[in-house]
């Protein structure tokens, strides 16, 4: 079965960064696209981050210059480097594939700015 993986979540101060990996398994990651979402306490989860299965990212406005998703289809991983991180991006992670029907999510990374 299609199973995701993230790791690299964590504590961070403002300002600091941090790269967070995404492992598929049990499906062909490159015909598909991926994303990364989040979802903060008391809050609806958002798309952060998305990348074709040819390499082309999009960005929400609230993150754009300062996350940066890419692919490496050779691991069947995923990733998305965080800098200039924010308290406001203090949220649990999730990385989800878009493989029809309903795509496959991930069990989520917390990630945490605070000083």
């Known amino acids: 079965q299609v199973q995701l993986v993230e790791s690299g979540g964590g504590l961070v101060q403002p300002g600091g960064s941090l790269r967070l990996s995404c492992v598929i398994s049990?499906?062909?990651?490159?015909?598909?696209?991926m994303g990364w979402f989040r979802q903060a306490p008391g809050k609806q989860r958002e798309m952060v981050a998305g990348i074709t299965s040819g390499g082309n990212p999009n960005y929400a406005d609230s993150v754009k210059g300062r996350f940066t998703i890419s692919r490496d289809n050779a691991k069947n991983t995923g990733y998305l480097q965080m800098n200039s991180l924010k308290p406001e991006d203090t949220a649990v992670y999730y990385c989800?594939?878009?493989?029809?029907?309903?795509?496959?999510w991930g069990q989520g990374t917390q990630v945490t700015v605070s000083s």
């Open positions: 989800k594939l878009f493989q029809a029907p309903h795509g496959y």
């Open positions: 049990g499906t062909t990651f490159r015909d598909y696209a």
